[in-house]
């Protein structure tokens, strides 16, 4: 959710001509708008957080499972090479011990080369479990924030109608429940 950089001054700006005002339930309420602005802020900037280390964990994800391709492409040549060497062995006569120890080698690398790509596949596995972590944060965080919009739309309200309580508490209902929402992206 995108915000304007200059949102939470005008807030502070209505909470100053409230505060000249002198009624002490609108200062409250104007008190309340500016603490549901910054908490609405910080909620915010958490979901970017989540964002970007979604995209980053997908991104390494992505360059492990190349990594991980292009070794079982190596694996396979070198399984193809072995297999050569071997038949050549068996038909080569005074060459048969030097093709044999080809394709020894070759099945040597050939098992360097699949440990290495199943760790690849294990990373890449891995940073999928990353993404979806930061993901599934990110949807949670989102809920939050607009709850946290919402409550300081609805403290507006209280304001508008000079002081009115039942607007205010929902507003303080609301972002309680943003706040607590936004704990409940860290708790998992």
């Known amino acids: 959710m995108d915000e304007s950089p200059t949102e939470h001054f005008e807030q502070a700006e209505h909470a100053?001509?409230?505060?000249?005002?002198?009624?002490?339930r609108l200062i409250l309420v104007s008190i309340t708008i500016a603490a549901l602005a910054v908490l609405a802020a910080a909620?915010?900037?958490?979901?970017?957080?989540?964002t970007a280390a979604t995209l980053?964990?997908?991104?390494?994800?992505?360059?492990?499972?190349?990594?991980?391709?292009?070794?079982?492409g190596y694996y396979q040549a070198k399984s193809?090479?072995?297999?050569?060497?071997a038949a050549l062995s068996e038909m080569a006569g005074a060459k048969a011990a030097?093709?044999?120890?080809?394709?020894?080698?070759?099945?040597?690398?050939?098992?360097?080369?699949?440990?290495?790509?199943?760790?690849?596949?294990?990373?890449?596995t891995a940073a999928l479990t990353r993404s979806e972590?930061?993901?599934?944060r990110h949807h949670i965080l989102t809920f939050a924030v607009t709850l946290l919009h919402i409550a300081i739309?609805?403290?507006?309200?209280?304001?508008?109608?000079?002081?009115?309580?039942?607007?205010?508490?929902?507003?303080?209902g609301l972002g309680a429940a943003g706040t607590f929402a936004a704990a409940v992206a860290y708790l998992h």
């Open 56 to 72: 980053g964990a997908k991104n390494e994800a992505v360059l492990m499972q190349a990594k991980a391709s292009d070794a079982w």
């Open 98 to 124: 030097d093709f044999t120890a080809r394709a020894g080698r070759y099945a040597r690398e050939r098992e360097e080369i699949q440990a290495r790509a199943r760790d690849y596949e294990a990373e890449v």
């Open 80 to 85: 193809m090479k072995q297999n050569l060497y």
């Open 16 to 24: 100053e001509h409230v505060a000249h005002l002198g009624d002490r």
């Open 43 to 50: 909620v915010g900037s958490l979901e970017t957080i989540e």
């Open 133 to 136: 972590v930061h993901e599934r």
């Open 153 to 172: 739309a609805v403290a507006t309200i209280a304001i508008i109608l000079r002081g009115m309580l039942w607007p205010w508490r929902t507003a303080i």
